[in-house]
């Protein structure tokens, strides 16, 4: 990979300086906590659904969505299909409701509806995975920039760490907010500039057309799945029920982003904020897709590395397996020359169907010299008692912008990179530090002052942002990052959501029957989970969302009826 030129350092020092400064100066001085945690409600419609977009956002959609389009095409959008039922259904029922009670935090409501001990409960559930989330968004671009500028991974966690500390600390909400409008800005700036040089980067006599044609061909274009199987983790009916549920519990109840709309002047600016989220949110993920894709055609006609990881590499070429992982190198370069010429046959034949299957068949090939290069890399890995990542999805966009785009403008994708990575984690840490102050320190220790809740606040984000740098500092690879964050959010958020709708639609249940509830879906979701990760059950992460809601709703319903049938026994 090549070494960062000085116009690639200056661009990305300048953007991330600039972020950072302007957050800080934009909010200083936050007098009271409804300004340091709501922001004063003073954002509008755009800055909120800018500000939730940026919140989702973070740096693993731009390092691993590209990747994960790469090498299983635009099936992956169809995850993000139930957010705009879900946007609707949290506008009607959850945002009239929170600005009503005028809370600070979702799990406010719960002590209001049930007892203390189901708000607690839900704070907790939702501070452990976020917590995780939070070190999961710091590491991600750490671990791909570590590669890129050589420096090792705990250094990078900690600037990554502090940088967002410094703003999110000093200027609460309204400096999440303020920033994360911009960082939108220089994100939808890289991605567009990324995407036409790819295009401008393919042969001449191959157009934009002609490169859906090979994508499709490819098998890389097929968008919509509508069967049942369970075997497809991303199918239409899994991103409509699963996804649903996923975005409801995400949305609706998660503080880091109920914190965001929470900052809006009216119900209608929440309500817009949203609606702007769930218009835009789907095609951004598609394009961000189809900006995998065209890497993927653009490798077609430019020779790959076998693994696009080059720390996995050295590894292995620094081993006794360096013959076996070069012979597979090298088959793969005759591969690359056999497929030009049937790419052309494909292209300018009128007869598409042998050429369509020699090129299908090229595809195949190709999978499985890679797959041989990971095994040989895990090999390695384990004689020599090392942590690798032999799956190189996650650094195949990063790899394509470093050897590829002009000076300058890799200092820009770095910067976007980086900002996501800022913009999602700085929303996290705002969230973890509102609900531990407000849910657990001030709902325990009895009121405070203006002074001292503020006071509170900025020292349990801080506190945040130091436990996600080590979250950070210990986490390792799992198969696709952005698949790990929501792998993490789908064992918790199913039982959170049910216990929301609990709360909203079966009003005949009391705490007590839904907070035992709670505890025993928990479990039952995590066994499930385990389960299906040692293949003793076949149900992908996203079903967890609508089993977990499905099952805390049942047990608290039959929780609840068994004890008021034993009340009328008893009587």
Same mark, same amino acid.
């Given at each position: ?9 200056i661009?990305?020092?300048?953007t ?24 004063g409600?003073s ?10 977009m ?18 299983d ?13 879900a946007?609707?259904?949290?506008c ?6 929170y ?15 049930f ?9 907790l559930?939702?501070l452990?995975q976020r917590?995780?989330?939070?070190g999961?968004t ?12 050589g ?5 990078l ?9 410094i ?6 909400t309204r400096?999440?907010?303020?920033t994360?409008?911009?960082?939108m ?27 859906l ?26 991103g ?9 519990s995400?949305?609706g ?9 929470l900052s ?5 600016e ?27 055609v ?34 793969q ?32 090939l ?9 095994l ?9 008692? %090392?942590?690798?990542e032999?799956?190189?999805?996650? $650094? #195949?966009?990063i790899?394509?912008?470093?050897? +590829? /785009? !002009? ?8 910067a976007?990179?980086l900002s996501?990575?800022?913009?999602s ?7 973890l530090?509102?609900?531990t102050?407000?849910?657990l ?35 390792n ?9 929501n792998?993490i959010?789908s064992?918790?958020y ?6 929301f709708l ?14 035992i509830?709670?505890? %025993? ?6 066994i499930? $989970? #385990? ?6 059950i +076949? /149900? !992908? ?7 977990g809601?499905?099952?805390v709703?049942s ?17």
């Amino acid at each position: 990979m090549h070494a960062l030129n000085w116009v690639d350092w200056i661009v990305l020092i300048i953007t991330l300086l600039a972020i950072v400064i302007y957050g800080t100066w934009q909010t200083r001085g936050s007098k009271n906590v409804k300004d340091y945690l709501r922001g004063g409600n003073s954002s509008k419609w755009w800055t909120i659904g800018l500000s939730v977009m940026a919140t989702q956002a973070s740096a693993i959609t731009f390092l691993s969505t590209p990747g994960q389009a790469f090498n299983d095409g635009m099936g992956f959008v169809q995850f993000y299909f139930g957010l705009p039922i879900a946007m609707v259904v949290i506008c009607m029922v959850f945002i009239p409701l929170y600005y009503r009670l005028n809370v600070y935090t979702a799990y406010e409501f719960l002590e209001n509806r049930f007892d203390l001990k189901t708000r607690t409960l839900a704070a907790l559930l939702f501070l452990i995975q976020r917590g995780l989330a939070a070190g999961i968004t710091i590491f991600a671009p750490a671990i791909i920039l570590s590669v890129v500028l050589g420096w090792d991974l705990l250094t990078l966690n900690i600037i990554i760490g502090l940088l967002v500390i410094i703003y999110t600390v000093s200027g609460g909400t309204r400096a999440v907010n303020v920033t994360q409008k911009h960082q939108m800005v220089v994100i939808f700036i890289g991605m567009w500039v990324a995407f036409f040089i790819i295009i401008s980067k393919l042969p001449e006599d191959i157009t934009f057309i002609k490169a859906l044609e090979i994508a499709g061909a490819s098998g890389k274009m097929k968008v919509l799945d509508f069967s049942f199987s369970l075997n497809n983790r991303y199918t239409f009916w899994s991103g409509i029920i699963g996804g649903t549920f996923l975005m409801l519990s995400y949305f609706g109840t998660d503080q880091s982003q109920v914190q965001r709309y929470l900052s809006g002047k009216s119900v209608k600016e929440m309500q817009l904020g949203l609606i702007f989220n769930g218009l835009l949110k789907v095609p951004m993920q598609f394009f961000i897709l189809l900006v995998g894709v065209m890497v993927f055609v653009f490798y077609q006609f430019n020779n790959a590395p076998i693994n696009f990881n080059p720390t996995a590499t050295e590894l292995v070429l620094n081993s006794k397996q360096a013959e076996a992982f070069q012979a597979l190198q090298s088959e793969q370069d005759n591969l690359f020359d056999n497929r030009q010429q049937i790419i052309k046959d494909f292209l300018n034949t009128k007869d598409k169907k042998q050429a369509l299957k020699d090129l299908r068949k090229m595809n195949d090939l190709n999978a499985n010299v890679k797959h041989e290069a990971r095994l040989i890399i895990e090999k390695v890995a384990e004689e020599q008692d %090392v942590k690798i990542e032999s799956n190189d999805k996650d $650094y #195949v966009f990063i790899h394509f912008i470093l050897n +590829n /785009l !002009p000076r300058g403008l890799i200092g820009l994708l770095l910067a976007v990179i980086l900002s996501a990575a800022m913009s999602s984690t700085s929303s996290e840490l705002n969230a973890l530090g509102s609900t531990t102050t407000i849910d657990l320190y001030i709902r325990n220790t009895g009121e405070k002052t203006e002074t001292e809740k503020v006071k509170a606040s900025k020292w349990f984000t801080f506190a945040w942002g130091i436990i996600a740098i080590g979250v950070a500092c210990v986490a390792n690879l799992a198969e696709n990052l952005i698949q790990l964050v929501n792998i993490i959010g789908s064992i918790f958020y199913g039982n959170v959501l049910g216990i929301f709708l609990l709360a909203f639609f079966f009003k005949f249940v009391k705490g007590n029957a839904v907070f035992i509830a709670a505890i %025993v879906t928990q479990i039952i979701v995590f066994i499930l $989970y #385990v389960l299906n990760e040692y293949e003793m059950i +076949n /149900l !992908p992460f996203l079903w967890l969302n609508f089993v977990g809601c499905i099952i805390v709703i049942s047990m608290a319903c039959l929780f609840q009826l068994i004890k008021t049938n034993e009340k009328s026994v008893t009587a």
